[in-house]
């Protein structure tokens, strides 16, 4: 084997592991943009959930108020 070979089997080994390392960085790039996404998704739905429990207990307690204004109404 000639030295020239044995540069371009190192060359093309080098090249390899390069595409490899690459590849596996815009693998990990994208997984975290995934993540991020799915986090922010996430965020939404919990600022929905305690907007919906806050509405919820406003009108259980707006509708116990009621009941309790209609029997005061009732009695007087």
Do not use: C, H
């Not at 939404?44 to 207990?57: A, D």
Request: no cysteine; aromatic share 10%; net charge negative.
């Amino acid at each position: 084997m000639t030295e020239t070979e044995t540069k371009t089997k190192t060359d093309i080994e080098e090249s390899k592991t390069a595409t490899r390392t690459q590849r596996f960085a815009e693998w990990l790039m994208k997984r975290d943009e995934r993540r991020q996404e799915k986090e922010t998704s996430l965020e939404g739905l919990m600022k929905f959930n305690i907007f919906l429990s806050t509405i919820t207990l406003v009108s259980v307690a707006g509708a116990t108020a009621l009941d309790y204004a209609m029997i005061a109404w009732l009695w007087v």
